[in-house]
């Protein structure tokens, strides 16, 4: 994999090249499910997608987000994976980390989206950018052999580096958005995001009412808001 420590690496223009971009969502987040989502962006589609207000999504609105994911959808190859939250504390449970998680996903998706890819983009492509989660020597222990890992560049603030990494990001974040609009249908309340002490009142309100079972449904299980969540249940019950 290349070494990108070096003092003297070039920073790369990913946006003349043709790129494979993956990022995910909805990991810093105790409800809801991880998703993850790699894109293929030729070059000759970059100047549309900034037309079309494609860029960091950490700067875009979530209705924004959605609009532009729509138009994402018609122009670009992708590949998207939501890892629900059974299936996620699953993992957890056997005794993966969330680097391995997002390390498998991403190369799952790179691989898939370069399937769908046209022939002549196969061949034609320069770059898959990754925003980096970890070390390359980790990225490499849970993927020991990653997809055309001599074109693998793993970047800090991907999203405003690359196009094909913002295409990404969008995606997987309107996923997850629209996870979090089905649960909030289904438990007919607004469910506050991130992790905090909104998040954990919000949830132990839930588990009095369920159960905690039913919680862990629908949450990330290893997060310290699970805790938090018995201790404000066991406060209560004995107030």
């Known amino acids: 994999m290349h070494k990108k420590k ?72 992708y590949s998207l994976v939501i890892l629900d939250n059974p299936s996620y504390n699953e993992k957890i449970d056997q005794g993966w980390n969330i680097v391995k998680l997002k390390a498998v996903l991403h190369d799952h998706c790179i691989r898939n989206v370069h399937e769908k890819m046209r022939d002549d983009w196969k061949e034609a492509l320069e770059a898959i950018v990754i925003d980096q989660f970890t070390s390359e020597n980790a ?24 196009i094909a990494v913002a295409c990404a990001s969008i995606l997987a974040r309107s996923k997850y958005l629209e996870q979090m609009e089905n649960l909030n249908r289904n438990l007919k309340a607004e469910v506050p995001r991130g992790a905090s002490n909104k998040t954990d009142v919000f949830a132990a309100k839930l588990a009095k009412k369920h159960g905690l079972e039913y919680l862990d449904a629908i949450t990330k299980k290893h997060f310290k808001s699970r805790q938090k969540v018995i201790d404000l249940m066991n406060s209560k019950n004995h107030g």
Do not use: W
């Open 139 to 162: 990225y490499q222990k849970y993927v020991p052999h990653p997809f055309r890992e001599d074109l693998i560049y793993q970047e800090t603030k991907a999203e405003s580096k690359s």
């Open 6 to 77: 070096h003092k003297g690496r070039i920073a790369m223009n990913y946006d003349t090249m043709n790129t494979i971009g993956s990022d995910e969502a909805g990991v810093g987040d105790y409800f809801g499910p991880m998703t993850v989502c790699a894109a293929y962006v030729p070059k000759d589609k970059v100047a549309l997608l900034k037309e079309l207000g494609v860029r960091d999504s950490k700067n875009l609105s979530n209705s924004t987000v959605r609009k532009i994911a729509g138009d994402i959808i018609h122009i670009v190859p």
